[in-house]
């Protein structure tokens, strides 16, 4: 019996996370969440800013072993004024403003992506997003004078959030690059 749960299971995460790709950089989509809500949405309309942590990690097995990681932070602020969302990715130093809330979501998960240099056509690889409130405490340890801390930001995503910590992760694999739809190109990223 387990073993027939597993293929099904396989499918709920991958239907969770869809991939495109561009010639250089994977692309994720992720219908269905909506991670401008809760206490994130009442700290925003309290007049805090909120920072989001995200990761997107390519894996060259099921989930197993890590390829290539790529963490960002979403900083999302709201204008009292407009009811008006402002979000910035500031790795890749992109920022919009006046968005309603759907179109800051979408606007964020769209601007994340992953290189897929290294990646062989037919090979098979595995992809995880994760996306979860920051602390300040948590920001004092990934930020640092050359940027983000790839492994205080690792540190944190392998802890199990507490109870009033927002965490979404989605999975998909496996993927093959072969495969995949094909989309215009948004920009470079760093391996």
């Not at 994130?40 to 800013?49: F, G, I, Q, S, V």
């Not at 992506?113 to 992809?127: C, K, V």
Request: glycine share 8%.
């Amino acid at each position: 019996m387990a073993g027939l749960a597993l293929p099904l299971s396989r499918l709920r995460g991958a239907a969770g996370l869809t991939v495109t790709f561009d010639g250089d950089n994977l692309h994720l989509g992720v219908p269905g969440l909506h991670f401008l809500s809760g206490k994130a949405l009442e700290r925003l309309k309290d007049a805090a800013t909120v920072v989001f942590l995200s990761q997107i990690t390519l894996f060259t097995d099921e989930l197993q072993t890590v390829f290539r990681r790529a963490p960002e932070r979403v900083i999302v602020s709201y204008d009292l004024w407009e009811e008006r969302f402002a979000v910035a990715i500031p790795g890749i130093t992109l920022r919009q403003t006046h968005l309603t809330s759907a179109q800051a979501e979408n606007w964020c998960i769209e601007n994340l992506a992953i290189s897929a240099l290294g990646l062989a056509p037919d090979r098979p690889f595995w992809m995880r997003f994760e996306l979860r409130t920051a602390t300040p405490r948590e920001l004092s340890s990934v930020m640092g004078d050359s940027g983000l801390s790839l492994s205080a930001l690792v540190e944190i995503f392998s802890r199990k959030p507490g109870a009033d910590d927002p965490y979404w992760v989605r999975t998909a694999g496996p993927l093959r690059l072969a495969d995949l739809p094909r989309v215009l190109a948004r920009g470079a990223r760093n391996g």
